[in-house]
């Protein structure tokens, strides 16, 4: 492409990112201000990054892919279902994730573990679980960050890759994850208003939308229908994954750590699950458009699905137009990157020592450095391994689901979970997915096309959890939901789900006296 006018406005998206992590380096005290934006983030602000953060290069590349390939079953599968899940989290964790991070200074997924459970077994294994899993999906993004910035720049992909890595890793370094949410908010407000520009116009560009459909329907009509293209037991399973894992997601958790006040949860559900639907719109119009245009003869039949978003965008748009979309595509992919970059280095650096006995001191200095680290192995990775996205599949959206939903969701609201589960159904989570994965890439295992690994995955992993609970037991006296909700020096008198009882005005841990359930 490397247009003049592309070029410009890629640096000055650039700049905006970069002051935008220099202002938040202002704000930088200590690692409750790195990690989780000083728990102070208003709704709308915290809506935006949490479905920008989730809407990735997975969603908008992948997902304009698999409509190219499904038809409308893709937009059943993740179109529908995702913004549900959206909801279902907010109103199953938002308010008592906020209020247990409030009570116990919770900063992640793990530190929830530590505090739930009183076990350095669970919480060493969610730490490994979420750092392995952060890395796999940050080499991904810089995969999606090499070939993208080299198509606006000129630049070979190698070059693109560190570019914009160093580009991520500037202002999250500087700014932690309060530079990464109001990023997020830029980078999200770009996505919806580009998904939109660009539905309309690829529909028009294949001709309108009821021809459009009329020229799929002529060869390919099993696209536009329900039971389509994969086995309804697939779609099912498919959706089920998106629609329970989207609870599972730390990227989404986490910003419930960082919310000022937990009263505004119900809004912010409500922004995040629109928006997140308005950017299915990208994949929709790109997508069908593509399918269309091939069949017409307008556009090469792609070998490789996930090339369908990348080739309209820089073969059919004007070059001006194509370069700016594919910003906005990179800004997708950006606002993953920048969470999941703190995400890691927070499990690095003071998760995983936390949970051997071992004191970081100037935590702050040390998850810069744990970001930087991160950064560099992601981009070594992408530069020498051939099986990035791969890994992004392994240990993406399902691995995280199936960790998390068990050890996390239920834990918080039932009793009788136990630390033995929790390690178990992680380990399983991660090297389940790893290997199933694998054997089936390399065809040494041939699974049914009705079957959906990372949604089975995702109900074995549940069941596993609810089972190993059930015959085995905590060790630790304060592994249990009245200290989770009470609090260090409250005793049990934080109310439980249900419960009408406020928590003393005299406690000085406690940040307001709503209900953790309240919405």
Known sequence: MNNPVVIGVVIVYFVLMFA????????????????????SLGFFVMAIASFSSIQSGWGMV????????????????????????????????GSRLNWIGKKHSVYSVPDLIRIRFQDRTSHA????????????????????????????LGTSVSTSAWIGSLVVAAYTMAGGMLAAVWTDLIQGVLMVVM???????????????VPMLDTISTTSAEMLAIEGVKSPTYIFAFGLLIFVG??????????????????????????????????TLFSVGIGLATRSMTITGDAPELENIDDTAIWFLDSVTHPIVGGIALTGLLAAIMSSASSFITIGASSMMRDLPAAFGVRVVRELLWSRIATLTLVVLSVLLTLFLSQVVFLLGALGWAAFAAAIVGPVVM?????????????????????????????????????????????????????????VSLVTSNRHPDATLAFLYG????????PLAGSTAAAPATSPAAPSTERPDHV
């Open 20 to 39: 935008i992590g220099a202002w938040a380096n202002t704000k930088m005290k200590s690692a409750k201000e790195f990690l989780v934006a000083g728990q």
């Open 125 to 152: 294994t969610m730490s490994v679980a979420v750092f392995i899993a952060s890395v796999a999906y940050m080499t991904a993004q810089v995969t999606a960050i090499g070939v993208i910035i080299s198509l606006l």
């Open 411 to 467: 834990s918080i609201y039932w009793e009788r979970a136990t630390a033995t589960a929790a390690t178990v159904t992680v380990v399983f989570a991660i090297l389940g997915n790893l290997i199933i994965s694998s054997l089936a890439a390399r065809d040494i295992i041939s699974l049914p096309e009705y079957m959906q690994v990372g949604g089975i995955s995702l109900l074995v992993s549940i069941l596993l959890f609810y089972v």
């Open 195 to 209: 998904s939109v520009g660009l539905f309309f116009f690829a529909v028009q560009m294949a001709g309108g939308w």
């Open 246 to 279: 989207a609870v599972g997601q730390p990227q989404l958790l986490t910003k419930f750590l960082m919310l000022r006040d937990m009263t505004q949860l119900k809004w912010g559900a409500a922004v995040a699950g629109i928006a997140y639907a308005v950017t």
């Open 487 to 494: 609090g260090p020096g409250t005793g049990t008198d934080r």
């Open 62 to 93: 992948g997902g304009t892919g698999q409509t190219y390939a499904w038809g409308f079953q893709a937009l059943i599968a993740v179109g529908l279902f995702a913004p549900f899940g959206f909801a279902v989290a907010w109103f199953l964790l």
